[in-house]
């Protein structure tokens, strides 16, 4: 720091508009916040630019891509279960209920050991950076003091994250629960102020209410959840809802007197321009208008919703024809991957799908609504798009440096597709989005350091 980069950068600017921008020089300043990005300024002309913003370039070491070599915004996970890490993979064939209770449950139990807290976490946070993920919105296990260990495993690697300990007394294993409600609203407010305190002006981490589910928690618990949201306005919150047939049926026996889950969690103070809402299969006509009222966002989690389970499409069309928020989430481990270019290309055959479904009144995402998703569109569900999500004079420089050519046969880097002379970069761009994985991730940057070094 301070950082100068020269070559191609490719964003969002908005759901529908892709911008890729060849001989861009971007200036990050010292504090990690781009200063200054001049468009059409080739090589010869950086020194010059440099200067005129006020600097000297003896002191700006210039880094400039090459052909095949491009600048992406970091890649935002807005629903993963850090305590699921480990289970990837396992439990198909499961309804989500039976899927919590016979493998998750035992998993999170782990969490309770805090020296097994900091291995496994270490090495999630590790994949997650290394696989582009700058921001995360994490589930830790109803563990405070392992939650507590998630948070300062962000910090130290420097990953931007929201971090929340599972609220559930009930409707679990008692080897696996809150001791009461009172309990976990008391750990709650440790765990908030913890991580307040670790990251005292929460540039990098902050906590996030993690009331599981409604299955998961009594009215008590939910409206002690909710007291806190009324004492700490900026405080986000994150849910599932609306997610599987058998956890809808069971949300309404247990809590008969409302309509819908839209009335459940807004009863209690839950709906806000913070909440995320994880998954959001099924909703209401009238739970569409009122999360979009409340400004609620909404974590798409392609994979987790099309193989626990039945095979289910959330309507994310529809949810952006609204103009409700939308991102993407892996759902680890509910999602076998933790790979955000996996989960955008399961958005594209779950949309795809859809298209076929409904006769084409629901068209299949495009490539750049996809990429959006994975980025801008996560920044907006977090609420940090005024900080971080594209590439803005002022926002914090969050950014993936993608190599797409290397000394494999034909020239490819990893097994993407290869790059051929005649590719226009909207071809590289394709065929990353489409076929590259972490090997083409060369560089992470979050708040303009360097995480992750290949290159
Ligand atoms: N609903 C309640 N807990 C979970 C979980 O861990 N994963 C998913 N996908 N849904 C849930
Ligand atoms: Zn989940």
Redesign the pocket.
Known sequence: LPLALHGTIIHTLDASTLEILQDCLLIIDSDGKIEKIFKDTPADKVNACISQAGHSPDVFPVKYLRRGEFLIPGFIDTHY?AP?YAQRGLGRDQT?LEW?ENV?FAHERKFEDVAYAKRMYTACVQAGIKQGVTTASY?GSVHVEATKILAETCLEQRQRAFVGKCNMNRSSPEWYRDVSAEESLKETRELVAHVRSIDSEGKLVKPILTP??A??CDDTLLSGLGRIVDETPDIHVQT?FN?AVD?MEYTRQLYPQFQHEADLYDEFGLLGPQTIL??SIFLKEEEMDRIKAKGCGIAH?PI?TAT?GEFMMAPIREYLRRGIKVGLGT?VG?GFSSSMLDIMRHAFIISKARETFTKGADPALKLNEGFFLATLGGAQVCGIHDKVGNFIEGKEFDALEIHTIGSEPCGSLGVMSPIEDEDSIEAIFEKFLMTGDDRNIAKVYIAGQSVKETA
């Open positions: 279960h699921q989500l919590l998750t589930y599981r589910f299955i998961t599932h997610e956890e994880a998954h989690c987790s626990l759902d509910g």
